[in-house]
């Protein structure tokens, strides 16, 4: 299984950004997303993670209303819309994928995870 996110870059505070994660080598309906995010000296975060349906999602404290999940299956792509962004948004954002009933906000329930892609935001 390979998971390839996409999208990162250079923004300004208050811009948005579209990240994607494309799976390949499985089905990918069968799985749930999530993204996780990881600054320089910080732990991993959860950012936001959606269900195999893309019927339920759930998000961080620090994301809540300003970004979102979503997946398309026919695709195999998952997707992380970025709102408002600020500078303490800026991180390598990690996608996971997983299956089974492991809570979606903890990295030990992913199995298969991309390389990361770099968001920056200045101020």
């Known amino acids: 299984v390979q998971l390839q996110a996409s999208g990162g870059g250079l923004v300004q505070a208050g811009d948005s950004l579209r990240l994607s994660c494309t799976m390949s080598g499985r089905t990918f309906s069968g799985y749930a997303m999530g993204w996780f995010r990881q600054a320089p000296g910080r732990e991993r975060e959860f950012v936001a993670a959606?269900?195999?349906?893309?019927?339920?999602?759930t998000y961080g404290d620090s994301v809540k209303g300003r970004f979102s999940i979503s997946r398309d299956n026919a695709k195999n792509t998952a997707y992380l819309q970025m709102n408002s962004l600020k500078p303490e948004d800026t991180a390598v954002y990690y996608c996971?994928?997983?299956?089974?009933?492991?809570?979606?906000?903890?990295?030990?329930?992913?199995?298969?995870w991309g390389q990361g892609t770099l968001v920056t935001v200045s101020s």
């Open positions: 959606i269900a195999w349906t893309g019927g339920s999602d």
């Open positions: 996971a994928a997983k299956r089974g009933s492991g809570p979606p906000d903890r990295p030990q329930s992913y199995f298969y």
